[in-house]
């Protein structure tokens, strides 16, 4: 065998005739790259090419600098120098995938010579990617557990064969008060079982020693101090390299809060039966499957409805219709409902007897395990008054804006306060006094006095209506463009719920036609 240190660059060519070279070249395992002294590739195996995913026209005569991360070029830098000085080199080094992402080799690399001088570099790559994706997997798996051994909420104790404590959580201390230095070594039974469950707790074990698992178990742990708390308790077996068990981890959860919650939702569950009670008999309730048919009414619907519940059962809710809504208020109603929405509104309906009753309705959609409506449940108050007394108000309301207007066309209105000062003013105020409302609001009826009655006048009227009673009387005002007119004047106190005047309504009518003639 001619040695490496003789053969040229030339003589490392891939040729067929060459069987040696060939079956030690081309059929290596391991990745083989040839380099001249400047770094470029001379050649490169299969191995090499199918572990980076290159052809060879894309490589061969190519620098190493195009295929090395950014960071890794000094370093490859470094180490190429020193392989043209003739020295041999080992390293690691992330060559760049023909698709992006590295490919981890383990170099060995030694220079070729001829005549003492450097004429290449022969290097075998090793892939080692999956062995060091291995290594970092079982490193960050190692990571995740101590991570989760040390920070989880839940209480984590690691004894061994005979019960003894050899490593606790930090958890620990917060479930039973004990810190680490306190337990270490000490038997877990006796420091965190009440006493009447520790057979219990031993025969728990024994389950995990004869392979079975413990999960899930709830019973009861022991403070420091001796207060007891709630549990779920975890066992599992801690097997050396033979299978056989060599420790055991327990697992406790404190569920004293969960415990107190169920104890709570009985509670809940007492009062939401005793609220379907109270419910049932104040409330008027009906129950329909998906499309509407009725499957239960109760008495109060049966009372107001007027039909019994042999009428009502398998009928829908058109029976009650009372031809008021428009269809598009039941459609609406319907579209709600199929979506899942609870629906509110106020339906009018009519009674077995023809007569027509309000109801404030809430109907409420239940699903079944498939989230599909499987029923409806309508509850519903009787609001007949409430309506009669808006229809009532209303008639009232607009009997009031028929007087208000009438009043506001026909007198000369003004609002003041209880002191005097104008609040409100309508039109006619304005045109007979020839002042704007800027100029009258928060001013008082000086501005319009003319200087014709006396003090007295002014006294009585104001001790009159300051009493609560009417005044009535003839006043003669000034304009703003100091001409005078008569005005025929009612004064009406309006009284808090202490009987004192808050604000006075004054509404006059032009006489000063009929105080000229006189």
Same mark, same amino acid.
């Given at each position: 065998m001619i040695p490496l240190a003789l053969i040229s660059l030339d003589h490392l060519r891939l040729n067929e005739s060459e069987t040696f070279y060939q079956l030690l070249f081309e059929n290596n395992p391991d990745a083989i790259f040839i380099f001249d002294?400047?770094?470029?590739?001379? !050649?490169?195996?299969?191995?090499?090419?199918?572990?980076?995913?290159? =052809?060879?026209e894309e490589i061969i005569g190519k620098s190493y600098k195009r295929f090395v991360f950014k960071e890794n070029l000094e370093k490859m830098a470094e180490n190429f120098k020193r392989m043209a000085q003739g020295e041999s080199v080992s390293y690691e080094?992330?060559?760049?995938?023909?698709?992006g992402f590295p490919i981890q080799f383990n170099m060995i690399n030694f220079p070729i010579t001829v005549e003492e001088k450097v004429v290449g570099?022969?290097?075998?790559?090793?892939?080692?990617? !999956?062995?060091?994706?291995?290594?970092?997997?079982?490193?960050?798996? =190692?990571?995740?557990?101590e991570s989760f051994f040390k920070n989880t909420t839940d209480c984590i104790v690691v004894v061994n064969l005979e019960g003894h404590i050899i490593r606790v959580n930090d958890a620990f201390e917060k479930f039973f008060g004990w810190k680490r230095q306190e337990v270490l070594g000490e038997d877990l039974s006796s420091l965190v079982i009440p006493e009447h469950l520790v057979s219990q707790y031993q025969t728990l074990h024994q389950v995990v020693n004869f392979g079975g698992q413990v999960s899930g178990y709830e019973t009861v742990g022991k403070r420091r101090g001796g207060a007891q708390f709630d549990v779920n308790l975890s066992i599992s077996a801690i097997n050396d390299a033979n299978g056989d068990v060599m420790a055991r981890a327990i697992t406790f959860r404190d569920i004293s809060e969960r415990k107190r919650q169920e104890n709570k939702l009985k509670v809940v569950l007492k009062e939401l039966a005793d609220i379907k009670l109270a419910l049932d008999e104040s409330s008027i309730v009906a129950i329909t499957d998906y499309k509407g048919v009725i499957t239960y009414v109760n008495d109060k619907f049966c009372q107001i409805s007027k039909y019994s519940q042999e009428d009502l059962i398998g009928k829908t809710h058109r029976i009650i219709n009372s031809g008021y809504h428009s269809k598009s208020f039941f459609q609406d109603m319907w579209e709600t409902i199929s979506e899942g929405e609870v629906w509110e509104g106020e339906?009018?309906?009519?009674?077995?007897?023809?007569?027509?009753?309000?109801?404030?309705t809430t109907i409420v959609p239940f699903f079944d395990e498939e989230e599909?409506?499987?029923?409806y449940v309508s509850i519903r108050t009787d609001i007949t008054a409430r309506k009669q007394a808006e229809e009532e108000l209303t008639s009232a309301l607009k009997e009031l804006a028929d007087i208000k207007y009438a009043l506001d066309e026909s007198s000369i209105v003004a609002v003041t306060d209880?002191?005097?000062?104008?609040?409100?003013?309508?039109q006619k105020f304005c045109d007979i006094s020839q002042y704007t409302r800027e100029e009258l609001i928060g001013k008082t009826h000086k501005l319009i006095n003319s200087g014709y009655h006396a003090k007295e006048f002014f006294e009585e009227m104001w001790n009159t209506i300051q009493s609560g009673a009417i005044w009535h009387g003839d006043i003669k005002n000034r304009a703003k463009d100091q001409t005078f007119y008569w005005v025929k004047t009612t004064i009406v106190p309006f009284l808090n719920e202490e009987g004192k005047p808050y604000q006075y309504v004054a509404i006059r009518s032009d006489i000063t036609k009929y105080k000229d003639s006189e």
């Open positions: 002294p400047n770094g470029n590739f001379h !050649s490169i195996n299969p191995s090499a090419l199918s572990s980076i995913g290159y =052809k060879q080094f992330s060559f760049r995938h023909k698709n570099i022969y290097s075998i790559a090793k892939d080692v990617s !999956s062995e060091k994706k291995t290594e970092e997997d079982l490193r960050t798996t =190692k990571e995740q557990l339906i009018k309906n009519k009674a077995k007897d023809g007569s027509f009753y309000w109801v404030k599909n409506i499987h029923q209880a002191n005097g000062v104008i609040t409100n003013v309508n």
